[in-house]
Each structure stands twice: as C-alpha cells, then as structure tokens.
C-alpha cells in the first residue's frame, strides 16, 4: 500500500466526495495547497537525482482535459481518466517523455463527469467501441488508494454497450474479481522476464504473481490479455523471452490459456531517460545500446528496422510453438 511523504492538492477537490474522502484518508500527512496539478514549481526545478524521492509524493486535482484520442489497437479511443503518472519507476516508462522527471502520481477526483462521457459516447455509437482508461497510469495500483477502478466497474457493468480496458503492472487483484461487469471489461497484464522485472521495473509486481492474478482475472470471467512489452533486447534476449513464454504456458491456468489474447511492444527510449536515469539510477543497467537502436524523431530512440523484423519474427514463431490457438492483436 502506497503512503505519500507528501501532499499537493488544488483547493477544489473539497468539492468533491472523493476528494473529501482522500483528505481525510491522508489527514496526518504533510500537504500544501496549489493551483494547478500541471504546473508545480518547486517540483519542477528539483534535479534528476530527486526523482526516486519525488515518486514519494502524491498531487489531487481535478482533471480539465477530456478529449478522446482515437487508437486502433486494442481500443478505439485513449480516455483520460482517474489518475496520470505511476509510483513505480521502470526506467523505460512512456510517461517520462511527457512528464519528465514530473511523471509522479496524480489523482483526479472528478471522476463521475470523465465516465459520464464515456458512456454517452458509447451509447450514441453505432458499433460497440472500447475505451482505453489506462493508458496514463496503471488503475490496479490506483485502486489500492482511491478505489476508482471498483467504483468505475461497478457503475459501467450497469450500462449495455462499450468496453474498457486497461494495462496493468499489478497483481492486486483481488478486490475487483468479485465485481459485476458483464464481461465488458478487457484486463490486460503486462509481463517481462523476471531479471527484466528486477533490473528496470522497480516498484512493480513479480512475475509470479502477475500470472496469478491472471488467472484469478480468468476465473473471474474477465476478458484477458497479455502484453509482451516492453520487449527489451538484452544480450541473451532470445534465451530470456523464449523462457517467458514457456513459464506462461507452464502457470497459466487452462481458462487462461484458453483464452487470452497477446499484445507484443518492443521498447522505446528518449534521451530524457537516459539523462534522469543516469542521475537518479547510476548503477542501473544501460538501456541505450547505439548498435541496435536508431532514432525516432527528436531525442527518441528504437530498435533499428532490421532488428525489429528479426524480434517479431522470433514471437510469432514462439507463440505459435506454445500458444497455437491464441490471437496476437498487434506487434509494434
């Protein structure tokens, strides 16, 4: 359970039940009222070598911007939705790109009007749509502070058309494997080798119990998925994903591997990392390797063309090899 060192909140969340709620959940921690979740000065100006120590920190507001994003991958829109940024540090974490060294926890308490959109547009479309809630932080940890991801299943199973899905590092599970939700719900698990998880997800899940709480998703009858992501290409990386794939298929439960669907990302990384990693993270491992990557627009990296070919080829083989009959929704 993640308890902040400190707190900042805009004035406005008293507003709000949730926000009531957070305020007296955290009552004895130190807080500081400010103007706009965006833009808090003093964590800004703060150095690289702080951002382990600004993870610590949890900001509440109230979230301004709900403009969907259109995705066609497992989703047809990326919703902003109850909280942005993570209190776990993998050093390859996309929010960085946007947030920098600010990709901290925030909190947004307004959260009848953010799935009331949802669903009025979801209701108004004329094919069922799914609605990516995920894609800014990871709700299972969430949940374990706000309780949002229950509220938000609870509320949503009530309505007959959409989906929504999110990924998750997490296992904890539990609290929402006894939820009505019409299996209009898509969970989807985030999986790496377990020497990947320890060098460079810190703050996450171990692999074990990811896959339980697969399962446990499973037997709930929610709809799962998992991704392979992201794929990085350490020196033995055939060797490390190869023993992924096969630990799967060995702990999977038969539900589980009857009917999960994969999803494979190969890493990319930005100069920003590699600047805040090497600061806040000295004796981490390298992730930029100049002889496999290349760039990808201003101060971003990815895996050369030729390299990527080679590693898609290597999933769609191994996957099929052990899960013959289950659906690779995309390879980026």
Not at 291 to 319: A, C, H, N, P, S
């Amino acid at each position: 359970m993640f308890v902040p060192d400190f707190i900042y909140y805009e004035k406005d969340i008293e507003n709000y039940e949730l926000g009531r709620v957070l305020l007296e959940k955290y009552k004895d921690i130190d807080k500081k009222i400010i103007e706009n979740h965006n833009n808090i000065e003093e964590m800004r100006k703060k150095s690289n070598s702080e951002f382990s120590k600004m993870k610590r920190a949890l900001i509440i507001g109230t979230r301004k911007t709900h403009k969907f994003v259109e995705n066609h991958k497992v989703s047809d829109f990326l919703v902003p939705y109850t909280s942005s940024g993570c209190t776990a540090m993998c050093l390859y974490c996309y929010l960085v790109c946007n947030y920098n060294k600010c990709a901290y926890l925030r909190l947004f308490v307004n959260r009848e009007k953010m799935l009331e959109k949802i669903i009025k547009e979801a209701n108004k479309a004329e094919k069922e749509l799914t609605f990516e809630i995920g894609s800014n932080s990871d709700l299972i940890l969430e949940n374990t502070i706000t309780g949002n991801l229950e509220w938000t299943i609870k509320e949503f199973s009530k309505n007959n058309k959409g989906y929504l899905t999110f990924p998750t590092k997490f296992s904890m599970v539990d609290s929402i494997c006894n939820i009505q939700h019409n299996k209009r719900i898509i969970t989807r698990m985030s999986v790496n080798p377990e020497s990947i998880i320890n060098k460079v997800e810190y703050g996450t899940s171990r692999l074990k119990d990811r896959i339980e709480a697969i399962n446990k998703l499973a037997e709930a009858d929610y709809k799962i998925g998992i991704l392979i992501a992201p794929v990085i290409m350490v020196e033995n990386w055939k060797e490390e994903y190869e023993n992924l794939i096969k630990y799967l298929y060995e702990n999977l439960s038969k539900k589980a591997k009857k009917e999960v669907f994969f999803e494979i990302i190969f890493m990319t990384y930005s100069y920003v990392h590699r600047m805040i990693n090497g600061d806040a993270f000295p004796n981490s491992i390298q992730l930029y390797n100049q002889d496999l990557m290349t760039g990808r627009g201003r101060g971003k990296y990815m895996y050369k063309k030729q390299i990527k070919e080679e590693g898609e080829k290597f999933f769609r083989e191994k996957l099929f090899e052990y899960f013959p009959d289950n659906k690779i929704i995309y390879i980026v």
